[in-house]
């Protein structure tokens, strides 16, 4: 287990008080703190070339870092876990479906399709995203959200008949490792690379973050997330994982997510 982070945080703590280069009782015990060291074993998992980069976010202030992540966990528990991690190696079972899915049509939202359903849970959350963005002027079309498992297995498929399996999956999901089987995330407007530049486009990667969504697939990403940029794909992920996503792991949805399970799984 390396142990840069430690060494920072003391040297830090050392310097703040002015301890003349012995380092006090209450450094180390700054730096032993479970949280720390799980966070430093969880940093493992990310890419070399960007570790560095995270823990010197964290080490500039630990104490924001693990408010945010508790409040994160805190809110994902409760709704049955919003920060799953799911992708091309993390696949959902073939019968997982959320218990509280709710229609859009009962909502005052703007939709492409009569079929468009999310989670109970994140609907007040989406509610105020789409209040936000009217108010700003900007019109959200909601074109695609949760997606069963057997819906996603077809629509693969079809891709797969038309361009070939490797092509299609670095576009289409699998059935089982697609976030619309979370039924937390969200395909807007024209579903293509145009919505960059729309009016909501651009609204949405200035503000998405402030209410809690996140864009899953970044432009120049397809090596970290398995799939080419989707600038119209957001995932509902919590207000305190957003700002934990924009301050400590460069605006990269992949890498917070695979930090989280690993934070977890080092318990």
């Not at 994140?122 to 498992?149: C, H, M, P, Q």
């Not at 697609?178 to 990667?205: E, N, R, V, Y």
């Amino acid at each position: 287990m390396h142990k840069d982070l430690a060494i920072i945080i003391i040297i830090a703590a050392c310097t703040a008080s002015s301890c003349g280069g012995r380092v006090s009782a209450q450094a180390v015990a700054q730096a032993e703190r479970p949280e720390i060291l799980r966070a430093r074993a969880a940093i493992e998992v990310l890419p070399a070339d960007i570790r560095a980069t995270v823990k010197a976010a964290i080490e500039a202030g630990p104490d924001r870092f693990f408010d945010l992540l508790a409040a994160a966990e805190t809110e994902s528990s409760r709704a049955g876990d919003l920060l799953a991690l799911v992708d091309k190696q993390h696949p959902l079972p073939a019968g997982y479906a959320p218990p509280d899915l709710v229609s859009l049509n009962d909502y005052a939202f703007s939709v492409s399709r009569k079929d468009l359903r999310l989670r109970k849970a994140v609907i007040g959350a989406v509610e105020e995203l789409n209040a936000a963005a009217k108010k700003d002027g900007v019109t959200l079309v909601f074109s695609s959200s949760y997606r069963s498992f057997e819906y996603q297995d077809g629509l693969f498929k079809r891709y797969a008949a038309q361009h070939g399996e490797a092509e299609a999956s670095r576009f289409s999901a699998r059935p089982g490792m697609s976030q619309h089987q979370l039924g937390t995330a969200i395909d807007f407007g024209s579903i293509d690379d145009s919505f960059a530049q729309t009016k909501a486009g651009l609204w949405m990667a200035a503000n998405a973050y402030r209410y809690g969504f996140s864009l899953s697939y970044p432009r120049g990403m397809e090596s970290v997330t398995g799939y080419i940029w989707e600038s119209w794909h957001y995932r509902y992920i919590t207000k305190p994982a957003s700002l934990l996503e924009r301050d400590y792991f460069g605006g990269v949805q992949q890498y917070l997510i695979e930090f989280i399970s690993a934070y977890r799984a080092a318990r």
